[in-house]
């Protein structure tokens, strides 16, 4: 399924996939489907991910890595793995693995809504010689609920974004903001215009945070979760 779909798209549409990561945040605990009376699931469901162990994991790449380099194949897609919710439990499914599935993966994804065992994930994706990304995070870091006048988010998401680049040293940096334009992105995109003003002349420590931005804001991507995943800044 995995393969025909990307083998569709990319003849159809003339959309190039570099990888395909067949997981979602699969050992997370709190991804479940709640079945109704009548056997659908309600809406209390939640099913952003789908739960899938690490022994299960392993199995999925395999089959997958042999489906890829069945004959037939069009797509030269390499495999990812495994857009795990946090460090730690990608650390988890990491180490669940046998050799010859941590072999197929081509690129490691980490999201980081946790930020214990960066360090660690790191080790990994540098002994392992694969290119790391931190593929998703986002998050709220106003204390005082919605503003969209102060840059409480756009620091918090900075903040964020320094230190998955200094911990992971990750190639690519994708934050996922729902509501871009309510003032995630939006804020931080504020802190750098207000930043141009500090950067020559303010040697205190938000001035050199603002300066850190200015650099970092050049690196990260920014990804919007609204219809389609449009990359708002590179």
């Known amino acids: 399924y995995l393969k025909t779909v990307v083998e569709h798209i990319e003849a159809e549409y003339g959309i190039d ?14 991804w479940s489907t709640r079945l109704g009376a009548n056997g659908w699931p309600t809406s ?13 994991q392993d199995a999925m ?17 390499a495999i990812s793995a495994m857009d795990e919710t946090n460090p730690s439990i990608f650390t988890t499914n990491w180490n669940g693995w046998s050799t010859q599935a941590k072999a197929e993966v081509d690129q490691l994804n980490v999201h980081t ?28 870091w ?17 903040g964020r974004i320094v230190d998955d680049l200094r911990d ?9 903001e729902p509501g871009v334009d ?25 001035g050199r945070s603002l300066r850190n931005l200015e650099q970092l804001l050049d690196r990260a991507s920014f990804v ?7 990359a708002l800044l590179q």
Request: proline share 5%; net charge negative; aromatic share 4%.
């Open 17 to 30: 996939f570099k990888t395909l990561d067949p997981f979602n945040e699969p050992n997370t605990n709190y």
């Open 44 to 56: 209390a469901s939640r099913q952003e991910g789908a739960h899938i162990g690490p022994a299960r």
């Open 224 to 230: 919007a979760p609204v219809k389609t995943r449009s």
């Open 168 to 176: 992971l040293v990750d190639e690519h940096h994708l934050v996922d």
């Open 113 to 140: 809504y946790g930020t214990g065992d960066r360090l660690v994930v790191r080790d990994i994706a540098k002994a392992s010689d694969k290119p790391l990304w931190m593929s998703e995070v986002e998050g709220n």
């Open 182 to 206: 309510r003032g995630g992105v939006k804020s931080l995109l504020g802190c750098r215009s207000e930043a141009q003003g500090l950067l020559e002349n303010n040697d205190s420590a938000i």
């Open 61 to 77: 790449i395999k089959a997958l890595a042999q489906e890829l380099a069945s004959e037939g194949t069009v797509t030269d897609v």
């Open 142 to 158: 106003d204390p005082d609920g919605f503003n969209q006048v102060n840059i409480e988010n756009g620091l918090g998401m900075a």
